[in-house]
């Protein structure tokens, strides 16, 4: 996973299929400016969550996935591979193709085609963001926010455990929408479950991670 700036069209959840959703929102946080120290904490286990995230390799990824829609939801599964072309098929619950995802774009029948960048799609599954560098927006108990600044606007924000060195949350702000990925667990270096939402759609897609292994 290499650095760049914001790679366009990483609607994630938008792209992986339609589906308007009530995920479960978090409580409003309340963040109150770091001291030098407490930004040096965060940045120190935000390195540390890079660095972490930089161990994982080549990979086979296969994850449970339910898709909602409103009441509605469908189940499949989710199989990737992270190099060294990064592609994936996601199949509904009786093993029909859904969605397939190859030459840095996600396409299928039902919807048109939707350029996702390799980086971006590896960046969300494995909770990081590294456009640049963050800088700690402020800190509340054990946990801390960090916001990238793009273009003179916020790209990104992130709310880290401190403490774990970890993502708890993502939100990406782009032209098209913004998108949000609530993460569950300790990354191993992937993260266990994850649950992707377009906010403006209100679309989701809940992931979690059944198997991994090594790419030859």
Not at 100 to 110: D, I, P
Not at 114 to 142: N, Q
Not at 143 to 165: H, K, M, N, T, Y
């Amino acid at each position: 996973m290499q650095d760049s700036r914001v790679p366009a069209g990483i609607s994630i959840v938008a792209a992986l299929l339609l589906a308007a959703a009530c995920a479960s929102r978090p409580a409003p946080r309340h963040f109150l400016p770091a001291g030098e120290d407490q930004a040096r904490g965060a940045l120190r286990a935000w390195n540390s969550a890079i660095a972490r995230a930089e161990t994982a390799g080549p990979s086979r990824l296969l994850y449970d996935a339910k898709i909602r829609q409103g009441l509605v939801s469908v189940s499949g599964l989710l199989a990737l591979v992270t190099a060294p072309d990064v592609h994936g098929t996601l199949s509904g619950p009786f093993g029909s193709t859904l969605a397939e995802y190859s030459g840095g774009a996600l396409h299928g029948e039902k919807f048109p085609r939707i350029e996702i960048e390799p980086e971006a799609l590896l960046w969300l599954l494995g909770g990081i963001w590294k456009s640049g560098s963050p800088r700690v927006d402020g800190i509340e108990g054990g946990d801390a926010s960090l916001i990238w600044d793009g273009g003179g606007r916020v790209e990104a924000r992130a709310v880290l455990d401190v403490a774990g060195s970890r993502l708890r949350s993502l939100r990406v702000e782009r032209a098209q929408g913004t998108v949000e990925v609530l993460y569950d667990g300790d990354p191993a270096p992937w993260p266990p479950a994850l649950t992707l939402t377009d906010i403006r759609t209100g679309n989701s897609l809940r992931l979690v991670l059944q198997a991994r292994e090594p790419v030859p």
